[in-house]
């Protein structure tokens, strides 16, 4: 997605190897049109599924799967939780996700209310590196029987094997930018 | 706002005290058209008052935050965080937050880069109890030298003191629904 791809060039701050900032638009200030063009490229890609619900991770994850939802006819949004909840149902569906940048495993955890052998669910997050996010999602999803459609990504850094991983598990995965890698603090996008 | 106190009334469970859980719609599957016109309706409470920036904290504030920015011209979206991230600058703004609910503080730190004198920031979040997160984001506010325009609260406990201990900050807090306390596990609403 082209105008995706020249705010990471503008906008992104490459910051030791492998960490990408992209806090000025997408995960920290958030740039609300932008997000709605790539609602339209999201839709445009999945216009032969039908979507009928969006699940992410808390945090970053939560606004564009909610500006996203908007393309897909105002489909419901859950967001996994990855923080003890006092009002989370105690009936949830739970996944292990291993966290490369943190060096430990957390858990995420949907209610089980939100997700049934109807549904047919597209998946978004902000960034897909080790995939470890997104394949927690994807087996939360299982666990409910639930179909799912794809997972849909903002920023894929294609040097690490998150799409590999993901697409092991049966799972179409559309990401808006590629990037093969930084150079002298430069991103180098794929295509 | 009709629309959301019917909404709670017909899907909010009470639990013990003083716990009331929306998350069929509010924070943790998310409905998407009543979030619109919830952003409708702070829009008409905010007419009269120019917004260039919302500001909000993760995780639950930032699906309403995104969706409600459209409703004042695509102003960005700020979110707080929580917890420490690589990809945050280490040029901050902090504020220590106490959680009555999780009985420990907290702090929560937005980039200066995003706050400055300039700024007319309307505070947005879904609940308003003792009201500590708002203080907490008007604190960062004020560090940028940013005006607060006033706190957007989807429900807030008005038989806590949040709302108070808010306006004696001299910020004006408006409500979409506003809960006056729970009698046998019904919801019991001003107004």
Redesign the interface.
């Known amino acids: 997605m082209k105008l995706l791809k020249e705010r990471i060039i503008k906008d992104g701050i490459v910051?030791g190897k492998d960490?990408l900032?992209?806090?000025?638009f997408l995960?920290?200030?958030?740039?609300?049109?932008l997000?709605?063009e790539m609602g339209k490229e999201f839709k445009n890609r999945f216009k032969n599924n039908e979507v009928n619900k969006i699940l992410t991770v808390?945090?970053s994850g939560?606004?564009l799967?909610?500006?996203i939802?908007?393309h897909f006819g105002?489909?419901?949004?859950?967001?996994a939780?990855k923080h003890e909840a006092?009002?989370?149902?105690s009936e949830t569906y739970e996944s292990e996700v291993y966290s490369f940048?943190k060096n430990k495993s957390y858990k995420i955890r949907?209610?089980k209310?939100?997700i049934s052998k109807e549904d047919k669910i597209l998946i978004i997050d902000d960034f897909l590196a080790n995939g470890n996010a997104a394949k927690g999602l994807i087996d939360i999803a299982r666990q409910g029987d639930a179909e799912v459609v794809g997972v849909g990504i903002a920023i894929e850094k294609s040097f690490q094997p998150g799409r590999v991983e993901i697409e092991k598990l049966g799972v179409r995965v559309e990401s808006l930018a590629r990037i093969d890698g930084f150079n002298e603090g430069k991103v180098i996008l794929k295509d």
Chains 1, 2 share one sequence.
């Open positions: 910051k960490i900032k992209v806090d000025n995960n920290h200030q958030i740039d609300i049109e997000f709605n808390e945090a939560i606004g799967a909610c500006i939802a908007q105002n489909v419901p949004v859950i967001f939780k006092l009002n989370l149902d940048t949907t209610s209310k939100y």
